[in-house]
């Protein structure tokens, strides 16, 4: 039995009174990135992790979340919030309270979920481009690992993706068409270094995120 049905909601995920957001720092490198899954059955017909997992849609890609191993474990990724009218899943800043869910009424242990990984150091140093034949414009891009708390969980991570000058897809001023397109290149990226199998990881030091 998993034990997450014997316990309450793990305090090791909530935010804590002397935490603080984490900076970028080097230490993330040798880090994983865990994203859950609906199902397990994670591979397509040619072995590869199914597109649909890496996000739905190509506009998902503006901020994709992901979980810090480490504090984070892999079985916390069963845990599935169910009270979404709750600030669950809003920002949490410094300073501010914790939210709790408590276990069937805001949040259950969903057996099906599956998962896979990123290694961070490996995400950050990928570099890939796109030409825009019809603006003759060449596009180069790269992934950024950013903390992104909410009060249900410390340890939420995004990826996005930014273009050579430092500024999100999301907010280039070009046409809607040619940011799908530099969106779907990112998520040819993604899935193309996702690891299935676990790794073995360890856990980013505290001084990175206590005051």
Same mark, same amino acid.
């Given at each position: $039995?998993?034990?997450?049905?014997? $316990? ?7 935010? &804590? ?11 993330? @490198?040798?880090? *994983? ?23 739905? &849609? ?17 079985? !916390? ?9 709750? =600030?669950?899943? @809003?920002?949490?800043? %410094?300073?501010? %309270?914790? #939210? ?5 009424? !805001?949040?259950?242990?969903?057996? +099906?979920? /599956? @998962? *896979?990984?990123?290694?961070? /150091?490996?995400?950050? #140093? ?5 030409? =825009? ?10 992934? $950024? ?6 009060? @249900? ?23 809607? /068409? ?10 040819? &990226?993604?899935? %193309? ?6 790794? %073995? *990881?360890?856990?980013? +030091? ?6």
């Amino acid at each position: $039995m998993n034990l997450l049905r014997k $316990m309450n909601y793990p305090a090791r995920l909530l935010p &804590q009174s002397d935490y603080k957001k984490i900076e970028w720092s080097n230490d993330l @490198c040798p880090l *994983f990135l865990l994203r859950y899954t609906p199902s397990q059955d994670l591979l397509d017909d040619v072995n590869k992790l199914k597109e649909e997992y890496i996000a739905k &849609q190509t506009d998902h890609l503006r901020d994709l979340s992901t979980n810090l191993l480490g504090e984070f474990l892999i079985e !916390d990724n069963k845990i599935e919030i169910i009270e979404k009218e709750k =600030d669950f899943f @809003c920002e949490w800043n %410094e300073g501010d %309270e914790a #939210s709790e869910p408590v276990y069937n009424i !805001d949040f259950v242990i969903n057996e +099906n979920r /599956g @998962c *896979f990984y990123w290694n961070i /150091g490996e995400i950050i #140093s990928l570099k890939f481009s796109h030409t =825009d034949h019809i603006g003759n414009n060449d596009y180069h891009l790269n992934f $950024m690992v950013l903390h992104t708390p909410v009060k @249900c969980n410390f340890w939420h991570f995004s990826i996005r993706v930014f273009s050579e000058n430092q500024k999100e897809i999301s907010t280039l001023t070009v046409r809607a /068409g040619l940011k799908k397109t530099l969106w779907r290149k990112a998520k040819e &990226q993604l899935r %193309e270094y996702a690891i299935i199998e676990t790794p %073995e *990881f360890g856990s980013l +030091n505290s001084k990175h995120y206590k005051r």
